[in-house]
């Protein structure tokens, strides 16, 4: 028998990719859906008031967009702060963009943006028509108990911070629709989908490493976080 050559420096991982069979909250594809084509063309408003085409997030490269739900939702404020934990450069390693949308007014973004210390790309769509086109509900649409793995605040106490944070603000509102659910999409380049999952609740998060995998970008290790204290 042939000698083995001595082990080489041991490779990478292989990235796993969601290739399982469509279903109604995650699924692959490979075209350009009319919904698609149709949201690509509605606006996204940044920070400072300027409107830009949906789909010019994703036309170039492949992009993880989360569209969540109001910004005083206490389970979205914290699933956004684990997407701040993501380090820049595993999405600039990958070549992927990613970007939160809320459905607020864009004056909430930069508050939004300081309370959670997200550090990457957020939009909002204020009237919901990107929301309405991409089929993402209103309401709690299902009475299967989930918890997202992202979020720490019980539903009692999570909701209290929600309405000191709304007693708080300049104007008292609820910085969206409180019933308006969000979702996640792996998009691009161009009208493609890679990924998609609907919000049944607001706890049924996609985990964010699976998102990151289904895009090819490093997981993160959420396990080893510091104990988070709000009054």
């Known amino acids: 028998m042939a000698e083995s050559p001595p082990p080489g420096p041991r490779p990478p991982p292989a990235v796993t990719r969601q290739i399982s069979s469509p279903s109604p909250t995650q699924h692959t594809a490979a075209g350009a859906p009319a919904e698609l084509r149709d949201a690509a063309q509605r606006r996204v408003v940044d920070a400072a008031g300027k409107e830009i085409p949906f789909g010019a997030l994703y036309e170039e490269r ?7 739900r109001h910004f005083l939702c206490y389970a979205c404020k914290e699933y956004v702060e684990d997407l701040g934990k993501i380090p820049k450069k595993f999405l600039q390693d990958a070549d992927i963009r990613l970007v939160v949308i809320g459905q607020s007014s864009h004056h909430h973004i930069t508050p939004f943006c ?15 028509e990107i929301y309405r086109i991409l089929g993402m509900k209103r309401g709690e649409t299902s009475i299967t108990p989930v918890q997202s793995p992202h979020v ?6 999570g909701s209290i911070k929600s309405m000191w944070r709304a007693m708080a603000s300049p104007a008292f509102d609820f910085q969206g629709d409180p019933a308006q659910q969000g979702g996640t999409l792996i998009l691009g380049p161009g009208n493609k989908i890679h990924f998609l999952h609907l919000d049944k609740n607001r706890l049924d998060h996609a985990p964010i490493n699976t998102v990151l995998q289904c895009a090819g970008v490093q997981t993160v290790d959420f396990t080893h976080r510091s104990q988070i204290i709000e009054v």
Request: proline share 7%; net charge positive; hydrophobic share 40%.
């Open 114 to 128: 300081n309370l959670t210390r997200y550090p990457h790309e957020m939009y909002v769509d204020p009237e919901r």
């Open 152 to 157: 720490k605040s019980s539903l009692l106490s």
């Open 62 to 68: 492949k992009a993880i967009v989360v569209f969540v």
